[in-house]
């Protein structure tokens, strides 16, 4: 087949910016066969495979986009989801450009191969065309509890089922999906998406019950006791951060969290046709650089502000969010304040009427290697605002920690695994995804849910024996 | 789905609902709450559990009919479904062993309460409660506290029964009088609960009282609930509802609870129509 020697990726069909910044639609439109398989055609089938080596799950990539140049899409996705349960979400939202993408020799010289819009291709070309066949595997009579309906918890349980458990999963809100549903905005994961990936782990057998709090509507231990043998805990990072500066809880402050729950998971973008409401006033500041700063900064322009900026302490370089994100986000007109650390919120009447920066520079780098800002005197300066919201990181929720005896934790609350199988302290007890690490990616989470998965069945088959 | 066992008018606009739950009436403890979403795309509005009955796995709501959830609320019948009912939420209340204890309701507040006192009871603890609502109509659960409080007080805003004031006239009146109460746990509108305080603090009679901001997941994920106690902000959906009452700031969260007023008055519209 004809190499394809561009040194740019063939380019993505997206909403014009002035006009997707007033509506909740998908962004990236995706590509057609002919730009897949015009895109699949820039990969160089690397013997070494480098691209491979920064996937955090072993997607064999070479081989699904030769199968792409070839215009055999369903082949392509066969070799995808052995390694990756759910590539439609992943194709949207992993740090490719740290990841396989980041590893690409196609990158040293011009842009790599895209991957990720490729594994988006495959993975929506299939759900548009293939018939579902799935086909529930023979049982093999023990039970496993998962709690929480995240990538973790999903891709855990997904696993599980195929081996022939009967698996439960129990999750807190009322919807299953974890951050992909309440926290990803509908621009950028859209939730039919997410529902019908959820979907196919219930075709498969997956029992998920909404509305169940772990810790409070029932413990591990109980959990154990009514005949689970083994429990896998993915109930994320989800307890959000403030600052602890003066006017936090002024009217018109929120965290990240709440921003994203009331407009994707109680739908506020739709208010007053839904209930929940949401404020988003005409200037907004979102204090924090990461996805899910960008997430509620894009979100607040869409709510119809007239300014929306990003307030972040460090510099360009070290900006967290994943690249197409911020590049998104300029597009769209959210004005980044960077070297700008808040260190208060002004208030009139309890409603917020500023945010008051301190300007830094960056000093030496620290022991990590990035560079540590540092205040400059007397530099300080109030942006009006009448929104802030707050997006510095979230840690794990204490609940499970507090009502579950003999599971060891981190001082910052994170529980302790073994990394290799993602064992716990407390036997049959496993855990993975963000409440192991603290906020990180959908693919370490899932990935996390698989390994787990494994070692989950070899405790219980061993267990028998 | 979670069934509508029966429901009850208690007045013009407060109703009692069971409801079955199996996994929230294993578990729960008086000053826990749960969250209901009354359809698809409904609101979560936070209710406490007024009662429950682990054998026939029901729990019971008593809820004020004030705004659009509610209302929607009211529309369904025994019967009837709900679409979702989560919990137990929130910290069990911290009751303690003691001589006397005296609770104070301001209007659907008699709710919460009940299952308190209750305990308290059961615990061993002579209980009275002073039951305040704006008129007759609207003092509730009168007869479910005089089945185990020694006194049952009543204060309308009108006289309409009872004595003609407030609640913390007759607390003020009885302590006044020379009765010693080891703790008070006050449960109504934040106006009612500040002003209950003001009058424990100066006397150091410890007050529990119940906070309900505006919550969303209920679960500690949004912060939006958070409420300043002490100093320290605390999320009242897990490290609550129930605070030291004297260590809670009142004004601020009296404004916390404002931060939707013209939303929910847009909302309270659109049904109307
Ligand atoms: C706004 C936002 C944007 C993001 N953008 C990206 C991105 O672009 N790319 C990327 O790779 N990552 C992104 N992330 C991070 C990514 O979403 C998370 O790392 C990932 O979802 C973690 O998966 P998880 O399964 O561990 O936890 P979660 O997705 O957090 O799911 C945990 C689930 O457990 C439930 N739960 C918690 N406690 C209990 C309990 N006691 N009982 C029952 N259920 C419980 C929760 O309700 C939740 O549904 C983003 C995160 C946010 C918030
Ligand atoms: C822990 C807790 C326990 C509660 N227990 C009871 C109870 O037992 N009986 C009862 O009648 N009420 C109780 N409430 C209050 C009840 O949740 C609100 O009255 C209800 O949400 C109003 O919704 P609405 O749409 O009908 O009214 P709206 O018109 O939307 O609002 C009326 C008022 O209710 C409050 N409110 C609105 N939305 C919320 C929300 N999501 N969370 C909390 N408050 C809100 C606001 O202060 C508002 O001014 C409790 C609240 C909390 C937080
Ligand atoms: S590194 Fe890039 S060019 Fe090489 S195989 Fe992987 S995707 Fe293809
Ligand atoms: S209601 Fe969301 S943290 Fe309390």
Redesign the pocket.
């Known amino acids: 087949m004809e190499k394809n020697m561009s040194m740019t990726k063939v380019a993505m069909p997206e909403q014009e910016p002035d006009v997707r910044n007033k509506n909740f639609s998908e962004v990236a439109l995706g590509y057609t066969k002919e730009m897949a398989m015009e895109e699949a055609a820039r990969c160089l089938n690397c013997k070494h495979k480098p691209c491979m080596t920064g996937c955090p799950v072993n997607v064999p990539i070479p081989g699904f986009i030769e199968k792409v140049a070839a215009g055999d899409f369903e082949a392509a996705y066969e070799i995808i989801t052995s390694e990756n349960a759910l590539p439609a979400i992943c194709g949207r939202?992993?740090?490719q450009e740290n990841q396989c993408e980041g590893k690409c020799v196609r990158g040293i010289k011009g842009e790599p191969v895209a991957i990720g819009r490729l594994e988006r291709f495959v993975a929506d070309y299939h759900m548009a065309n293939a018939v579902s066949s799935e086909v529930q595997p023979q049982k093999n009579g023990k039970r496993v509890a998962v709690?929480?309906?995240?990538?973790?918890?999903i891709t855990c349980a997904g696993e599980l089922v195929k081996k022939g458990y009967e698996v439960t999963v129990?999750?807190?809100?009322h919807k299953a999906g974890?951050?992909?549903s309440y926290?990803?905005p509908e621009f950028r994961l859209p939730k039919d998406l997410v529902a019908r990936e959820i979907e196919t782990v219930e075709k498969l057998g997956v029992d998920i019950q909404t509305n169940?709090?772990?810790?409070r509507s029932v413990t591990i231990d109980e959990l154990i006791e009514q005949g689970y043998n083994a429990v896998f805990v993915?109930?994320?990072?989800?307890l959000p951060r403030f600052l602890n500066i003066p006017g936090e809880n002024l009217l018109g402050v929120y965290s990240?969290n709440e921003f994203?729950t009331r407009v994707n998971l109680m739908k506020a973008y739709k208010f007053p046709e839904t209930p929940t409401p949401v404020k988003v006033g005409k200037k907004v500041a979102v204090v924090g650089a990461g996805?899910?700063a960008m997430?509620a900064a894009r979100t607040a322009k869409r709510l119809g502000a007239e300014e929306v900026y990003i307030v972040y302490r460090r510099s360009e370089e070290e900006l967290p969010a994943?690249a197409e994100e911020v590049h998104h986000a300029k597009e769209e007109g959210i004005i980044f304040k960077l070297l700008n650390n808040p260190c208060e919120i002004h208030g009139e009447d309890g409603w917020v009427k500023g945010i008051e920066v301190v300007k830094q520079e960056l000093g030496e780098p620290d022991a990590s290697g990035r560079r540590s800002p540092k205040p400059i005197e007397g530099s300080n300066y109030v942006i009006d605002v009448d929104t802030v919201v707050i997006a510095i990181g979230q840690s794990p929720?204490p609940?499970?920690r507090q009502t579950t005896p003999g599971l060891d934790t981190q001082k910052w609350g994170g529980i302790i695994v073994d990394e290799d199988t993602m064992k716990t302290s407390k036997e049959g007890v496993y855990a993975g995804?963000?409440?192991v690490t603290g906020?990180?990616?959908?693919?370490l989470?899932m990935g996390a849910g698989k390994k787990a998965a494994k070692a989950i069945d070899e405790y219980l088959q061993g267990k028998t024996e | 789905m979670y069934k509508i066992v029966s429901k009850e008018i208690l007045n013009s606009a407060v109703e009692l609902m069971v409801i079955e739950a199996p996994f929230v009436a294993n578990k729960c403890e008086a000053g826990q709450f749960v969250i209901v979403r009354v359809d698809e795309d409904g609101e979560r509005v936070p209710l406490t559990i007024a009662d429950y009955d682990r054998e026939k796995k029901t729990v019971t709501i008593i809820y004020q009919v004030i705004g659009y959830s509610t209302g929607l609320l009211s529309k369904k019948q025994a019967g009837d479904y709900v679409q979702d009912f989560v919990g137990p939420l929130g910290q069990p209340a911290p009751l303690h062993k003691c001589d006397h204890v005296i609770g104070v309701a301001g209007g659907v507040g008699a709710a919460p309460l009940y299952p308190q006192l209750r305990k308290l009871h059961e615990m061993g603890v002579k209980v009275d409660v002073i039951i305040g609502g704006r008129s007759e109509e609207f003092v509730i659960l009168k007869e479910k506290f005089e089945a185990f409080c020694d006194h049952v007080y009543v204060t309308t805003d009108d006289g309409s029964a009872g004595i003609k004031g407030f609640v913390t006239t007759v607390l003020q009146d009885l302590i006044d009088k020379g009765e010693k109460f080891d703790e008070v746990i006050a449960i109504g509108p934040l106006i009612m609960m500040k002003n209950v305080v003001k009058v424990t603090k100066p006397l150091e009679i410890p007050t529990a009282v119940s906070l309900n901001p505006i919550m969303i997941d209920g679960t500690g994920m949004c912060g939006g609930c958070r409420v300043t106690v002490g100093g320290q902000t605390r999320f009242a959906c897990v490290d609550g509802p129930d605070f030291d009452g004297f260590l809670v700031d009142f004004d601020e969260c009296m404004k916390r609870q404002g931060m939707f007023r013209e939303e929910e008055h847009e909302c309270k519209l659109r049904a109307a129509q």
């Open positions: 939202v992993c740090p709690v929480g309906s995240g990538p973790a918890g129990f999750e807190a809100l974890g951050v992909l926290g990803i169940v709090i772990v810790g993915g109930s994320g990072a989800g990240a994203l996805n899910v997430d994943r929720n609940l499970i995804g963000d409440t906020a990180a990616t959908v693919i989470a």
